[in-house]
């Protein structure tokens, strides 16, 4: 795939150019859990608000207001197109055909719609929110963030001339081409593309999923944007997130603290009863890994797997390995997927602590193992547990130094759209890094009462 990024940028017409072009163009496991929701909770109401952690960066001064309302109008006219329902309805999907369910695709054709919203300025930055039935606010998710990234984008492209805009993707295809030859070969390595979400473009990510693929061959094992799985005869990875678990723990968090802790073991019983036993990757960390391993029912160890999401990966996997020993559980048949602020240095580091090959084989430098962070821990050769690796901002949003004014117009940010509030009550995600807990400051209070600190870190939050 050729795509000339600069003249692009220098003749096109931003204003006629639609971020999404497809209600497809999201996270595949979004598409998962709007069906979780449809089949169960079809009438309760969320809201959905904005937030820019990277709060140095003033997006609100970056392009208009009215830019935003066009492009988020734009994705409320579109409509699933035929040809991606029949390939939802036929397609395999981790080796299962049939996943949606027939009334499902039919509601997805007929009658979903995506709820409206509220947006103001304030300071600088935009005040977005989505309020409405949940299966009407879900999927705004991520379309807002990568309408949001993409006009970031779109501002500082329109700050360069052409040949600054020729330096700029030349830097970005020559930093990407680097991380692509480091990964060439590696044995059984697995990654996959998890960089909707945080963007440069939808034609960088486009850009980069295909060289990804034609370069890495097997070891490149998917994307999680659907419609470049589609669209490219991809397969298509993801399963759930953290906003089940922040939801169904708002809906009985009035009740008992014993109803609260239970709420999370819950969302597994639902989702394996859902999908039939497919797609069983743990997301532990809503309300800390540590305490949800050390209650978790004793079917939870038959799952596939685990995503790490902040914790540190190297600990996590440590943790969820001695788990599984203890469970009886054999961690090599296990999977460990790492999926928060990787690079091509974590992805080798992680791939050799866990996968058992030898560091200077493919890292070519120091090992990035436990012992960084706690010097008693020895590494031991030989595959512990089944690494995979989710890239995400710094696959498809790495232009750190790459802009010719020596400016940092395309860094990434750290954006995000969560859950905030369940029938009108506040929802709360704690996390393994106490720098990313959601909600009012009470609530998050009284939640880590009930769940415990065990495991939490303070970490700065970097994408």
Known sequence: MIVNFAERAHNHNWELDPVIRSLLDTDFYKLLMLQFIWKHYPKTRVTFSLLNRSTSVRLGDMFAREELIHQMEHVRRLRFRR???????????????????????????????????????????????????????????????????????????????????????????????????????????????????????????????????????????????????????????????????????????????????????????????????????????????????????????????????????????????EWLKAHGRDPREKRIIASDALDVDDILGLHAYFGGTLANDVTGGEFRSAADFDDSRKWTPGRRIRFSAGWGTLLTNDFRGCDPADGNNFDPISLICKVSTVEGKPAVKLSDNYAKALGTPEEIERYRRVFGTAGMTNIAVIT
């Open 83 to 321: 040809s991606e329902l029949v390939w939802l309805a036929g397609n395999t999907f981790y080796g299962r055909r049939g996943i949606f369910e027939p009334a499902f695709l039919e509601w997805l054709e007929r009658d979903f719609r995506l709820s409206d919203y509220e947006l103001s300025v304030k300071d600088g930055q935009f005040d977005l929110s989505f309020d409405g039935l949940w299966i009407e606010t879900t999927m705004w998710e991520l379309y807002a963030l990568s309408i949001l990234d993409e006009l970031k984008t779109r501002a500082g492209l329109k700050e360069l001339r052409e040949f600054g805009l020729d330096i700029l993707y030349a830097r970005a295809k020559t930093k990407l081409w680097g991380k692509i030859e480091r990964l060439r070969g590696v044995p059984d390595l697995a990654v996959a593309d998890f960089g909707t979400r945080r963007r440069h473009s939808f034609l960088w990510q486009e850009y980069v999923v295909n060289a990804m693929a034609a370069n890495l061959g097997s070891a490149f094992t998917g994307t999680s944007n659907a419609f470049l799985a589609h669209k490219h005869d991809l397969e298509a990875i993801g399963t759930n997130a953290h906003e089940i678990p922040m939801v169904l723990a708002a809906l009985v968090a009035e009740g008992d603290d014993d109803a609260l802790r239970a709420s999370q073991y819950r969302v597994l019983e639902m989702w394996q009863k859902t999908y039939e036993g497919a797609l069983r990757i743990m997301l532990p960390d809503t309300f800390g890994t540590t305490q949800f391993l050390a209650n978790a029912p004793g079917w939870t160890a038959d799952w596939t797997g685990q995503r790490v999401d902040s914790k540190n990966p190297y600990l996590a996997g440590d943790e969820y390995i």
